[in-house]
């Protein structure tokens, strides 16, 4: 079993199925190896073969103090397979045979739609909604649905319950399963060590850990490579010592130009340096790239001391919506709203702002405030389509 981990975390599916297929000889009751078994043959392609060995753990027990059982994640392996074979009675058999799954429900919900069963399937919708109300793909779904029972304005709210919802329905549990094995061994085993060290080791001994690691990747170009720079930057900062960040970085502009945080990390050394004006230059350049909060509150202090006021409050309230959708996306509706409300204030012709101020109060049922607000931003940004949705629906 520790050999086909190994071997799964990498990705030899051929390899690991092997070793599992060895386990399940030495153990054949043992759900763990079925199923790892099982799991290989799903990736390389056997959906009977992987089928039939999902069946079997579907008999066996779940392993003694297991946190969640794996039955349920058999039995939707084998609904999704038969999709995949293209047998969509059985696969919708499978899928009913495993009710409260919500991959399960969600996938049987989509058989309902596309077999022209609406109504069934929006019964199955509103049943996982009741437990899941911030369900992401629930949402869309449902919106399909009701635009194929022809009704339009329940369909509008179920979209703008989508554009809410943060929670998403797992589809495809195959990189949850895979992901705790890439762990355990080689290169991402290193980083998890030095993770663990961070906090405890002195600069010197994690810099013994970080060149182990750059031996281990040698010349190879992987993903890794990034993951180094990163921890190598962010110790040279932690250590005070932005010039060695800095000479670092340009060793490697690759990197730096691939990377959105070792840009960071450049802006914020050459800033210690007092290179005020090359660290402003690069977080502009970033910005428009990948945006954070942050990134905008350097740059409106950039602003503030060359005297720039509208530059700032621009930077200001876009650090403010930013900040107001991370709200937004855990539910908290008053204090994302307050978020968007005050980077109205600070730039009144930020639209996206707007919007969303707008879509706040519709979702707190303040309508005719919302009205005021969405055409605000639609005077901002003639055409600007979301909103004018929202005019539109709520005209009704």
Known sequence: MALGNALLG?????????????????????????????????????????????????ELPDPPGAPQSKKPFALYAIGRNLLRLEDETAAEAAFRRNPGFPPADYQLARLLLFSGRPKEALEVVDRGLKWLPLAL?????????????????????????????AHL????????YVRPLITQHGIQRMFGEYAAAAEREPPAELSRRLDAIDVAIGERMIPERTTLMQLRVDLAMRSGNPQDAVDRIAAEPLLRDSDP???????????????????????????????????????AAACDRGGDETGRDRHL?????????????????????????RAASLDPSNAAALFH???????????????RVFRKAVDERPGFRRPLEFLEYLAR
């Open 10 to 58: 990498k990705g030899a599916y051929p390899f690991a199925e092997s070793a599992y297929r060895r386990a399940t000889e030495i153990a054949p009751l043992d759900m763990e190896g079925r199923f790892a078994l099982a799991f290989c043959l799903d990736r390389t392609g056997r959906m009977a073969e992987a089928n039939a060995e999902y069946e079997k753990c579907l």
């Open 137 to 165: 793909e629930w949402h869309r779904l449902r919106g399909r649905i009701l635009d194929a029972l022809d009704r339009p304005a329940e369909a509008f709210a179920a979209r703008a319950m989508e554009e809410r919802s």
């Open 169 to 176: 329905v797992e589809m495809n549990f195959n990189t949850d």
């Open 261 to 299: 945080l070792i840009a960071a990390y450049e802006a914020d050394a050459l800033e210690q340096l007092g290179k005020l004006d090359v660290a402003t230059a690069r977080r502009k350049r970033l910005v428009a790239i990948a945006p954070t909060p942050d990134l905008h509150r350097r740059l």
């Open 317 to 341: 309230a876009e650090a403010e919506r930013l900040e107001g959708i991370a709200v937004y996306r855990r539910n908290d509706i008053a204090n994302a709203m307050s978020r968007f409300e």
């Open 357 to 371: 101020w707008g879509e706040m109060l519709y979702h707190l049922d303040r309508p005719e405030e919302a009205v």
